[in-house]
Every structure is written in C-alpha cells, then in structure tokens.
C-alpha cells in the first residue's frame, strides 16, 4: 500500500529519514526513495502489507502521519502475487517437462525457486523461454538446474 507522506513536498532529506527509521522500528516494512530522489511533491512511501494487515489501512496511515509528522493520506493499494510450486510445475507442463524437483528459499531476502531439469527435458525447450515463463508465473528468481545424475543409464539411475 502506498502513503501520500508529504503532499507538499515540505519535509526535509533529516526528518523523511527520520521517519523510515520509525516505522522500520515498529516493524513495518517499507519501500521508500533515497531523500536526494524525492520528487518535489506528492512524497509517497510504500507498505508491503499481507491482506489481514491491509484491513487496518487507517491505522498504518496514522502511523505514517506520527512518524513524519505531516498530515498522510492513503494511496495507490497494489496486490504482490507469488506463485507456487504448483504453478512452477504447471509451467512446466505447458512446454511438456516435468521438474525432477522444484525448491524454494530465501537468498539476501529475495525469493528464489530453483527448478531442477534431467538433461533430456533441459535440451527439449530453450532455456531462456522456460526462465521467462516462469518468473512471470513465479514473480521471483529462477534458477534452473540441469541434474547430471539424472541421466539415463547413469549410476543414479543403477547402471553400472
């Protein structure tokens, strides 16, 4: 969600830092611009909020209000989708591949999935067109692995 902080453009680069600082501190997730990219009017920060939190609107816009001490007024709210594994593997079937496994982590706070491909599946379908795909489907980085091991008539697979 976004917070119209200061309609004016009268608050100075000390008090706007100031400010973040307060509302990291009452653990509220901000995205803000650095004080020397502020526009010079309609200065707005952004909440990343899950939607119980988005049911108390009012109560983040005052808390924008107390923490730059200007008048905060709501703005523009925007939904972040991620997708799942089961989309990842619906991807995946689009272009008729299956995934020998699919994993997510957090790396630097950033979300990733790491789609592991047999080689024979890798070689079916550009690269390039599959990571695509996927990270629209998955609004976060994908990594795509090639698993050597899973070779046909490789010793993971019991051949001598």
Known sequence: MRVVIDADGVLGP??????LVQLREAAVEVVASPPASLPERRREVELILDEA???DREEYVGLCSRAFGLPAAPGVVTFISRGTDDDARGVLAGFGLQAVDVERFTEDDDEVV????DPEQAMRVPEGRLHTALEAALNCEVRIVVDTAARPGSAAEGAP
């Open 114 to 117: 790491r789609v592991v491909l």
């Open 53 to 55: 939190q988005l049911a």
């Open 14 to 19: 000390d008090a706007y830092e100031a400010g």
